[in-house]
T-cell receptor
Framework: QKEVEQNSGPLSVPEGAIASLNCTYSDRGSQSFFWYRQYSGKSPELIMSIYSNGDKEDGRFTAQLNKASQYVSLLIRDSQPSDSATYLCAVKKAAGNKLTFGGGTRVLVKP | DGGITQSPKYLFRKEGQNVTLSCEQNLNHDAMYWYRQDPGQGLRLIYYSQIVNDFQKGDIAEGYSVSREKKESFPLTVTSAQKNPTAFYLC?????????????FGPGTRLTVT
């Protein structure tokens, strides 16, 4: 079992719809969770961080964390073609200062 | 402007040569990291440093070396012992303990070894 798992996609969504991305992790003691967006050929850009159970909203993005079920999700509302990218989930485990990254989910928003 | 710079953007080398990738940050972050990304894959940690003059191996350190002589700089050397060095190399920094260990990335160096 991978430490951080994501569906590789592609997740195809029509413009204006909601894109829903999921990420599961294996270390129950994990404390901090991050979503990065990576455009093709570019470096990852931090878009959301979440540390406690529940929802956190930032513009069109909502991160949801459920520590009991060990998953974190990202919702992108009113998806735009410019949201087409790979989204990486990253988790900080209980011990150490490192982040562990999932393989990423590729999102395609079709006009 | 505060940020992380990596140079060069593209690097081409012949097999058997060592090559050093530069990473500089002016964010006053204590911790710095090197990752490798292969096509269609996530990020794999090579080395990281939480303080000057100290660094630890990540998950795939074999064939790589680093130094941390200054807080701002964390160069990575890809040695001839690295069997598959062609990849996209990403440097990141963070301030552990603040903001939950968020890491910020440089623009990356794409290394091609033939």
């Amino acid at each position: 079992q991978k430490e951080v798992e994501q569906n590789s996609g592609p997740l195809s969504v029509p413009e204006g719809a909601i894109a829903s991305l999921n990420c599961t992790y294996s270390d129950r003691g994990s404390q901090s969770f991050f979503w990065y967006r990576q455009y093709s050929g570019k470096s990852p850009e931090l878009i959301m961080s979440i540390y406690s159970n529940g929802d956190k909203e930032d513009g069109r993005f909502t991160a949801q964390l459920n520590k009991a079920s060990q998953y974190v999700s990202l919702l992108i509302r009113d998806s735009q073609p410019s949201d087409s990218a790979t989204y990486l989930c990253a988790v900080k485990k209980a011990a150490g200062n490192k982040l562990t990254f999932g393989g990423g989910t590729r999102v395609l928003v079709k006009p | 402007d505060g940020g992380i710079t990596q140079s060069p953007k593209y690097l081409f080398r012949k097999e058997g040569q060592n090559v050093t990738l530069s990473c500089e940050q002016n964010l006053n972050h204590d911790a710095m990291y090197w990752y490798r990304q292969d096509p269609g894959q996530g990020l794999r940690l090579i080395y990281y440093s939480q303080i000057v003059n100290d660094f630890q191996k990540g998950d795939i350190a074999e064939g790589y070396s680093v130094s941390r002589e200054k807080k701002e700089s964390f160069p990575l050397t890809v040695t001839s012992a690295q069997k598959n060095p062609t990849a996209f190399y990403l440097c990141a920094s963070s301030m552990p303990g603040m903001q939950g260990y968020e890491q910020y990335f440089g623009p990356g160096t794409r290394l091609t070894v033939t």
